[in-house]
């Protein structure tokens, strides 16, 4: 009786774990929504993009893999300053 207890609870535990997980988005403001400094400024959020935002990539299972990508989209392009 003990061992189907156990077996229950592992099988239960290996189900629920990936509904668990939290995917990590590329996202934007959108014109209008932002204020200009911030137009081309990315972010990695854990949610999808909401009213005001546009969804550049993702999602990814980690925040790490989602920076890593950040830089690989020409959306996301930093402005720089000439100094």
């Known amino acids: 009786m003990m061992r189907k207890v156990i077996i229950s609870g ?3 535990v290996a189900f629920a774990s990936p509904a668990l997980a939290v ?3 590329v996202i934007k403001p959108v014109d209008g929504f932002a204020p200009p400094e ?7 959020v854990d949610r999808p993009a909401a009213a005001g935002e546009e969804k550049i990539a993702g999602p990814y299972t980690s925040q790490q893999a989602g920076l890593n990508a950040r830089h690989r989209y020409a959306a996301c392009d930093y402005p720089t300053q000439n100094q």
Do not use: H, P, Q
Request: with cysteine.
């Open 10 to 12: 592992i099988v239960l």
């Open 23 to 25: 995917d990590w988005y």
């Open 38 to 44: 911030a137009i081309s400024a990315c972010v990695v």
